[in-house]
């Protein structure tokens, strides 16, 4: 077994004002790291009217092309953050992808946003794998739940900013505009986390702790994760759920006004407020779960997403179905909610499974997967099957499309109903 920590402490210990520094802050780079990602999908109509690019080509520059630097550069950078300090690879990761963006907002051509997306998701894979690391670190096991469902309020509020300050700049201003001053603000939030945050040690909120000093060996990490089935599927389960995350989160806005009649002032209020109740819900309430039943059985980790999987299902069929955009933003808001339960759970599970010196890589791996399968193949996938309906003569291409992710709901439960059951063997083994 690979971990070599307790899981389940009780009662939980109090934590550190520094620790809730820590969290704030990496929690506000998050915040700009979804909000730059997010940028090209919240924008997609009138950078598609002005650079004359396609659906297919848009699924394809916030899909694959963004994923293939996103996933396989952050293994490398994992490795390098678990030997070396974690809060300068942050801080230069958050001015790489910051400057990246504001590029973005300069490119003329497809090939140059292409190239500048490209760089972003370069950038971007430096920034989450080490804040990972970091939280567990800071807070103590049976704190990581509610910490793990702050920090990842960082894709919601990113997202909602993004949708309210980038749609609104875009309407008054010029799509541009919006890239580059995002773009600025990272650039300064990442000279301000290199001169005031501070490395915490490894392992130095775990109760239990062997080899905290210990490099962890590369290939031995990187095989250790393939071949171990808690860590497989929980990465796994992740990534059949952000296909349907991110193969709607990309082409929502432009749905939502191709087929729902929205305009991009609507959006910048409404939509916004949809992301922001909807996600931060699903983050909260997945973290306070985390923290309270999973002391008693840790298939929580895996039974709470299954079962939110479940519910959001229908709802998301009625979002794509519906007639008129304020019922269909009612009908995302709940989808949201139980879409992002799954999050908080496989980051925390992966976590407290690995030793403390293997937890920077592991997270990187586990992004790899689910993000290589969800962030690279499912903005692909929705745009090109778009491209093959609008072909075919279908008028509502982008909705057909959307209906294509139904099927990959029942894909994820059953992948976190089959983690369910190799934890309940796990802790059956271990208590014998």
Aim: proline share 6%.
């Amino acid at each position: 077994m690979a971990a070599t920590i307790a899981t389940t402490p009780s009662p939980a210990p109090a934590t550190s004002a520094r620790a809730w520094v820590m969290l704030g802050t990496l929690t506000f780079v998050y915040v700009l790291n979804f909000l730059d990602r997010q940028l090209l999908g919240i924008l997609a109509k009138p950078i598609q009217d002005d650079l004359h690019i396609t659906d297919g080509q848009l699924g394809l520059i916030g899909g694959l092309y963004f994923a293939f630097f996103y996933c396989f550069i952050a293994i490398p950078i994992g490795w390098l953050a678990d030997r070396s300090n974690r809060i300068t690879i942050v801080a230069l990761a958050c001015a790489i992808w910051s400057g990246a963006t504001t590029a973005c907002g300069l490119a003329a051509t497809y090939p140059q946003l292409v190239a500048a997306r490209m760089t972003v998701g370069f950038g971007e894979a430096g920034g989450v794998p080490p804040s990972y690391a970091l939280i567990t670190d800071t807070f103590p096991p049976g704190r990581r739940g509610i910490a793990f469902g702050i920090y990842n309020l960082g894709p919601p509020i990113g997202a909602a900013l993004g949708i309210a300050f980038g749609a609104s700049i875009a309407a008054f201003f010029h799509w541009r505009d919006a890239f580059i001053a995002i773009g600025a603000i990272g650039v300064v939030t990442a000279i301000l986390v290199r001169l005031f945050l501070r490395e915490p040690a490894r392992g130095a909120t775990d109760p239990t702790v062997q080899n905290v000093s210990a490099k962890a060996r590369f290939w031995p990490t990187i095989g250790m994760f393939f071949t171990h089935p808690i860590l497989m599927l929980a990465a796994l389960g992740s990534g059949a759920t952000q296909f349907v995350t991110y193969g709607l989160g990309n082409f929502a806005v432009l749905f939502l006004i191709r087929e729902k009649g929205m305009t991009l002032q609507q959006i910048a209020i409404w939509y916004a407020i949809v992301v922001l109740v909807g996600m931060c819900s699903g983050m909260l309430v997945s973290g306070r779960v985390i923290d309270r039943f999973t002391r008693h059985s840790r298939r929580v980790y895996a039974i709470a997403p299954a079962l939110s999987l479940v519910v959001a299902m229908p709802f998301y069929a009625a979002f794509v179905w519906a007639p008129g955009w304020p019922l269909a933003l009612v009908l995302l808001t709940i989808t949201m909610l139980f879409n992002y339960v799954y999050l908080s759970c496989s980051v925390a599970l992966v976590q407290e499974e690995v030793r403390p010196d293997q937890r920077v890589l592991a997270g990187a791996l586990l992004l790899l997967v689910m993000n290589f399968i969800g962030l690279g193949l499912g903005p692909t996938w929705v745009g090109a099957a778009s491209d093959w309906f609008k072909a075919a003569g279908d008028a509502h291409s982008l909705r057909t499309a959307l209906y294509t992710l139904v099927p990959v709901y029942p894909v994820a439960i059953l992948l976190f109903l089959w983690l369910a059951r190799v934890i309940r063997a796990h802790e059956q083994g271990t208590s014998a």
